[in-house]
T-cell receptor, first 117, second 113 residues
């Protein structure tokens, strides 16, 4: 089975440009998470979806960040305009929630390393 | 809300020595506890988890962890370190809902030959 697939693996862009990160969760999983990892702040939850619906986006840093999940097999995280402080590794993870609870593991993608110059 | 504290951002052991990575949690409800490992340039992968039942949990690669409610701890151990164990390790806690999983700051394990 394919795991969580993220693209691009690496992105280098200039300040002010739009960045779109993509994620394909594991087939059958109904929860999707976007995390950001930096040396200073560690692993931060940005937003999560249940059954394609955004449930909590309180971790999204500011309005420059937006995320969508148009269907069960695809999600995007967009930064517009990008800034140097957005440089980080962005992880997508998926899991299966049963009966409203999800104590199962999160399956992480390999991450998208973003560098904003 | 739950939280996790990992004591020691860096731990260095010799090959063959005991590995002990410390994790203490705070939770107002019975916690679900996890250890994840991250190898360079990769995502996190699950080592082991505790939900209910036996408090000593065995995971992959010879790792195990023990849930101690009285100490609010979930320390990760391995009797004999291998070079391949060098990685970053994250402890995480949730209330049974993955949507509220909180990760610790991570502990980087170095294994010396």
């Amino acid at each position: 089975d394919a795991g969580v697939i993220q693209s691009p693996r690496h992105e280098v862009t200039e300040m002010g440009q739009e960045v779109t990160l993509r994620c394909k969760p594991i087939s059958g999983h109904n929860s999707l998470f976007w995390y950001r990892q930096t040396m200073m702040r560690g692993l931060e939850l940005l937003i999560y979806f249940n059954n394609n619906v955004p449930i909590d986006d309180s971790g999204m840093p500011e309005d420059r960040f937006s995320a969508k999940m148009p269907n069960a097999s695809f999600s995007t995280l967009k930064i517009q305009p990008s800034e140097p402080r957005d440089s980080a590794v962005y992880f997508c993870a998926s899991s299966l929630m049963v009966g409203g609870l999800g104590a199962g593991e999160l399956f992480f993608g390999e991450g998208s390393r973003l560098t904003v110059l | 809300a739950q939280s996790v504290t990992q004591l020691g951002s860096h731990v260095s052991v010799s090959e063959g020595a005991l590995v002990l990575l410390r994790c203490n949690y705070s939770s107002s409800v019975p916690p679900y506890l996890f250890w994840y490992v991250q190898y360079p340039n990769q995502g996190l992968q699950l080592l082991l988890k505790y939900t209910t039942g036996a408090t000593l949990v065995k995971g992959i690669n010879g790792f195990e962890a023990e849930f101690k409610k009285s100490e609010t701890s979930f320390h990760l151990t391995k009797p004999s370190a291998h070079m391949s164990d060098a990685a970053e390790y994250f402890c995480a806690v949730s209330d049974g809902n993955n949507n509220d999983m909180r990760f610790g700051a991570g502990t980087r394990l170095t294994v010396k030959p």
